[in-house]
């Protein structure tokens, strides 16, 4: 994949199959190095990005190791999706207590030893709740103790073309530039209101975005469950995934007239967030079951969002180095 230069390059952590990873690319700025512990979902990885330096431990990762293979601090965006088990309403809701969800410690780690310009960060709405806000308050006085402003909001992949409800909290940082966040983030381009058109015949239709700390709870799945329609034939949707002590496939079925239910391919759960087709077909050049399919598409991101998110990240640090602003 070869991705025209914006000058930005992306460290992304905790990256799964790459959804934001591709997000960026599609917006012209290359993944420098990724890290993701699941062989299958790296190898996913290496066979999309195959000129990106692979990790497999956040926890073992160095700024030292980043800049050995070439990441440039001023130039990076270092985004993560990292794991949402314990704010997901469906968990137990340990927040940042809870080992999986608590991983966010090295995230600010790496932020704190890389010094990068710019921060994205994914998760589900429960983050802001959980624990009374109080992690959600953690997560921001920690960008706060490394000098990084950041702005976040709530943003739903039905607002972005993609056919399915898909909530998801995007915090954005900024070292240098209070206002930069803000101009990333708060525009009027997505507001309530104002949904994708195929959004509309949704059983249960909200905005393309909403602002500030709302309450989170019903929102995300940590098994990885997808709840979506489709436009073209489907009549209604049932999801469910498996949980900790069941098969944890994301099991998604559309309810055809005449035939009954089927489960989507995972070929047609690419396309429900928005990653070309095939993108998880091999992992390291071997074929891939459909269970790790489901499960890796489910844990993963709705592209577009972040092709959007990365857009105006790039249009406001050009903007900056043409007006010469820097941090």
Known sequence: MNAPSTGLHLVSLCAGIGGIDLGFHRAGIAT???????????????????????????TKVTADDLTAVGVVP???????????QGNSPRGRRGGLADPRTGLWMHVARLLGELRPRWFVGENVPGLLSV??????GHV???????RMDSAWRVLDGRGFGVPHRRRRLVLVGHSGDRTAPVRVLLEPDRVPGHPHPHCEATPQPSSGASNGAGDGRGDGDH????????PTYAHSLVSHGGNDKQDPTMVTYVVQPNTGP?????????????????WTATSNGSPQSDRDRYVQLGNSVAVPVFEWVARR???????????????
């Open 223 to 230: 098994r990885g469950g997808l709840t979506t329609w489709v």
């Open 74 to 84: 001023d130039r990076t965006v270092l985004a993560s999706g990292w794991p949402c």
């Open 262 to 278: 089927r489960r989507l391919t995972p070929l047609e759960s690419e396309r429900l967030q928005g990653f070309p087709d095939g």
């Open 140 to 146: 921001l006085a920690d960008l706060a103790d490394l």
């Open 131 to 136: 624990n009374d806000g109080r992690d959600f």
């Open 313 to 327: 990240i790039d249009a406001v640090h050009h903007t900056d180095a043409g007006a010469g602003v820097t941090a």
């Open 32 to 58: 420098a190095a990724a890290v993701e512990i699941d062989p299958a979902a790296r190898g996913v990885l290496a066979d999309r990005f195959p000129e990106t330096h692979l990790f497999e431990d956040i």
